[in-house]
């Protein structure tokens, strides 16, 4: 169980600002996860105003998110020595930065490198949130601050196309970025006058050949995954990318079995509520994220919908979220966090099995049923699970606990998206009997069955993540 924090929970300034300070670090939050997302739908629209294909647009979205990977443990072990809210401040400056520079519409290389000082200052955000939130509130309201915390997380995550889509049916794509100017501003305003200064410091040294192996890991390995998906697995540069993660890894875990202070200390994975939430997180992120890829195919394609139909059905997955998250966070502080995550995980569960019954001529009634229960359920699970995750650690170990959170379903994220497509695409391929790496609109039929083998396997994921939170559950009662 974590230390007992008491410096910031005795300061009545900081106590008297604690929800305005839960505002700005849940502002950031949800603008850094929501850019890892909102920009896939305005993809067709920067590729045809830079004058570039589709594939060389995608990195616009996956350097964002394999840069975030790469780096959140290093913040999150930077943020441990230096101060979580040092780290969390100059985050929120690049970031602003990064967007505002990416709104510019002058090259795609111009692109991307906004894209990477916007993915610094998430990264920096996204590693030090959880820590803060967990320092600044007494444990009666952690569960309900966290539980906000992991609801801009997800909302963020899964608004994306719904947001996107209604700013793209007024405005250019640079807007897209642009918003997060003026909110990111009047959030750093707010952080000004309530944040206090850093108390906990760890100053140890810092581990640099683990921080170094563990970002080449991250991006050799998912450069290597959307680079393939693009020429081919048994390309040679692909080829040499994954025996360089490889090699990376390796170095990474035998450096942080013999460093006296690991960037990761293989020791917080011993705590049970710690690991099993972790991986719940990241199982659940991937379902999050092939709904994300594969419904607007549906929705627009398949249903022949408009995109702003589309994005109205899609932002029910939110707005239903956003409201049962502090509601779960509450329940949990008072009875617990365990069993309120298996409920969220059942009604995630049942969404997935409401997707495969979905088909071309079905009610679209099924499909908003099943949106609005994922919706219920990631808004009962995130709150509680990000809870399990921040207080099984020790208050010296929060910034790093706090990023390998952030890391679980930034990883998520980015698994979701690489296998979404590359199942969907294979089951279609299968079904064609031809290779199909696109939509086929003579034949919806071969992409519903798709659809179907997505979400079966989507379903799958779910289904583990139940049984181990039952598990669990049953454990603890016996």
């Keep these: 169980m974590a230390d007992k924090i008491s410096s910031y929970q005795n300061d009545a300034q900081v106590q008297k600002h604690r929800w305005l300070i839960l505002t700005a670090v849940g502002l950031f939050t949800f603008m850094s996860t929501l850019d890892g997302s909102i920009v896939n739908i305005a993809l067709p629209v920067i590729s045809r105003d830079l004058h570039i294909p589709m594939n060389q647009a995608e990195w616009v979205v996956s350097l964002y998110l394999i840069i975030i990977c790469a780096l959140l443990l290093f913040f999150g072990k930077l943020s441990d020595n230096l101060g979580k809210i040092k780290v969390f401040r100059f985050g929120t400056v690049l970031f602003i930065l990064g967007s505002l520079l990416a709104g510019f519409r002058i090259s795609l290389f111009f692109l991307l490198f906004a894209r990477t000082i916007q993915a ?4 920096m955000t996204m590693a ?4 803060i939130i967990t320092e600044i509130f007494p444990s009666t309201q952690r569960g309900q601050a966290l539980g906000l915390i992991g609801s801009f997380v997800a909302l963020g995550s899964i608004a994306g196309p719904g947001i996107g889509g209604l700013l793209l049916a007024k405005f250019s794509w640079s807007y897209i970025f642009w918003i997060n100017v003026p909110i990111g501003l009047i959030a750093i305003v707010v952080g000004y006058f309530v944040f206090p200064k850093d108390i906990t410091l760890a100053h140890a040294p810092l581990d640099k050949i683990g921080a170094g192996s563990f970002a080449v890991t991250m991006i050799s390995l998912f450069g290597g995954v959307f680079v393939g998906q693009q020429v081919g697995f048994k390309q040679i540069g692909v080829l040499v990318l994954f025996i360089v993660a490889l090699i990376a890894v390796i170095t990474f875990v035998r450096t942080e079995l013999s460093y006296d202070n690991p ?9 049970p509520n710690f690991s099993l939430s972790l991986l719940c997180a990241l199982l659940i992120f991937i379902t999050n994220f092939f709904f994300n890829v594969v419904t607007p195919f549906y929705l627009e394609n398949a249903r022949q919908l408009t995109p702003s139909q589309t994005g109205y059905i899609l932002m029910i997955f939110p707005i239903i979220q956003v409201i049962a998250a502090p509601l779960a966070g509450s329940a949990s502080d ?4 365990k069993l309120i995550t298996f409920i969220g995980l059942i009604f995630i569960l049942l969404s997935q099995i409401g997707y495969v019954l979905c088909g071309l001529h079905t009610s679209m009634g099924l499909f908003i049923v099943s949106v609005a229960f994922m919706g219920l359920g990631n808004g009962i699970f995130s709150s509680p699970n990000n809870s399990l995750v921040m207080s099984s650690v020790a208050t010296k170990d929060l910034g790093i ?3 390998i959170n952030s890391l679980s379903r930034n990883l998520g994220m980015v698994i979701g998206i690489s296998s979404a497509t590359t199942i969907l695409f294979a089951a279609m391929s299968h079904n064609y009997g031809h290779h199909v790496t696109t939509y086929l609109p003579q034949h919806p039929e071969v992409f519903i069955y798709g659809m179907h083998v997505v979400f079966f396997i989507s379903a799958v994921i779910c289904l583990i993540a139940t ?5 669990r559950l049953l454990a603890k009662e016996n």
């Design 128 to 131: 030090t949130n959880n820590g």
């Design 263 to 271: 960037l990761l200390s293989f020791s917080l994975f011993k705590n």
């Design 401 to 403: 606990a706090g990023s």
């Design 467 to 471: 049984v181990l939170t039952g598990w």
């Design 334 to 337: 008072k009875i617990g966090p």
């Design 120 to 123: 610094l200052g998430a990264a």
